[in-house]
């Protein structure tokens, strides 16, 4: 046996073992605590070498996306498209904050103002560190590392904070949901033929450099499938904790090593954009609930400025609106693709021409 092959049964078998723990004391969520608590015992108590399979912590992704899109019903589908108008405005809103954060951000961390904008636009990831390549005044270390830090704040203060709201106002997802389970509900055939599709759409995404495809393909094949044939069901809830584990262990490791990182003047910044923007985020959707139909934890759930597999985990435990939420997320990862990315290209571009014609002058 390897030495990385003994660290990863190590490290997953002290993963399963806390997440067990804390699901019978009751913590909130315990396969997403427990991996991420096991991951980092050992990378920096043991100071083990770990490398988490890539492809594994894709499967975990793939699964929690095939979760988010069975609550896609036919009934669900139809009310959130009453909701499109309190989407556009909380995503606008977010990003309106992140602007404002950016600027206190470039002052503190001292860097220029390519890096602070690409540092602090929420959601986005893999789009910012590509425009922070292109871009010759941005530091990409700073983005990459602070757009990175911010599952540490997320995983930490999102349940947190919704932990107190649970519950707040109607569940539609709690009056569609079904009682069926995966392995009740469908068929050997049936779930083959599934995973073959999803499988087909991932493939087809990634030719295409789709981001989050991971989620976005299964939640896809889901919503076909639920519109097509109204046979839904919800997976048993191993294969959603299996889902957590081996998903949560490649966070937790993410977690573990920037902690390296995170020094000096550059930690003192990064802690001060995610701290503010998560709680103005929640003083935003406070707000926005005094108008709306909807509960504070559905809505700040929906617009939590962290990646969707990771806020959709504290729905579920939570019992919030499933669908309601994945909706608010996957909007703003299109409304940031195709609206927020060409725009920002195109102001970090303008700024670099307007430095060149000045130099020359």
């Not at 550059?266 to 802690?271: E, F, T």
Request: charged letters at 10%; one cysteine or more.
């Amino acid at each position: 046996m390897s030495k990385q092959l003994r660290n990863n049964i190590i490290v997953l078998s002290l993963a399963i073992l806390l997440s067990l723990i804390l699901n019978s004391a009751n913590i909130l969520l315990p396969f997403m605590f427990g991996p991420i608590i096991a991951s980092v015992i050992c990378v920096r108590c043991f100071h083990m070498e770990v490398e988490w399979p890539f492809w594994l912590s894709q499967i975990g992704l793939v699964l929690l996306g095939v979760q988010i899109g069975s609550t896609f019903t036919e009934n669900v589908i139809f009310d959130i498209k009453d909701d499109w108008l309190t989407i556009i405005l909380i995503t606008v809103m977010l990003l309106g904050l992140a602007l404002i954060i950016a600027f206190f951000f470039k002052k503190i961390a001292n860097v220029n103002t390519e890096t602070a904008i690409l540092s602090v636009i929420p959601g986005a990831l893999s789009q910012m560190l590509i425009m922070a390549e292109e871009n010759k005044k941005a530091n990409i270390m700073v983005v990459s590392l602070t757009q990175t830090s911010r599952i540490i704040f997320v995983v930490i203060l999102v349940p947190f904070i919704s932990y107190f709201f649970q519950g707040s106002g109607d569940n539609r997802s709690a009056k569609d949901s079904v009682v069926n389970t995966l392995t009740e509900a469908l068929t050997i055939p049936n779930i083959l033929l599934l995973a073959l599709a999803v499988f087909l759409v991932y493939v087809i995404m990634g030719k295409i450099n789709f981001p989050t495809r991971q989620l976005l393909a299964p939640i896809l094949v889901l919503i076909c499938w639920n519109l097509l044939t109204g046979v839904t069901f919800t997976l048993d809830n191993y294969i959603i904790a299996a889902a957590q584990v081996i998903y949560m262990i490649r966070i937790g490791i993410q977690i573990a090593k920037l902690l390296d990182q995170m020094k000096g003047r550059i930690a003192v910044a990064i802690a001060f954009q995610n701290i503010l923007l998560i709680l103005l985020t929640f003083v935003m959707v406070l707000l926005i609930a005094m108008v709306s139909d909807h509960s504070v934890n559905e809505l700040f759930l929906g617009a939590a400025p962290g990646g969707m597999s990771q806020i959709v985990l504290v729905a579920i435990e939570t019992g919030a609106d499933v669908a309601l939420i994945s909706s608010y997320h996957i909007f703003r990862i299109f409304f940031i693709l195709f609206l927020i990315a060409p725009l920002l290209s195109y102001f970090l571009k303008y700024r670099v021409a307007k430095d060149s014609i000045n130099k020359k002058f």
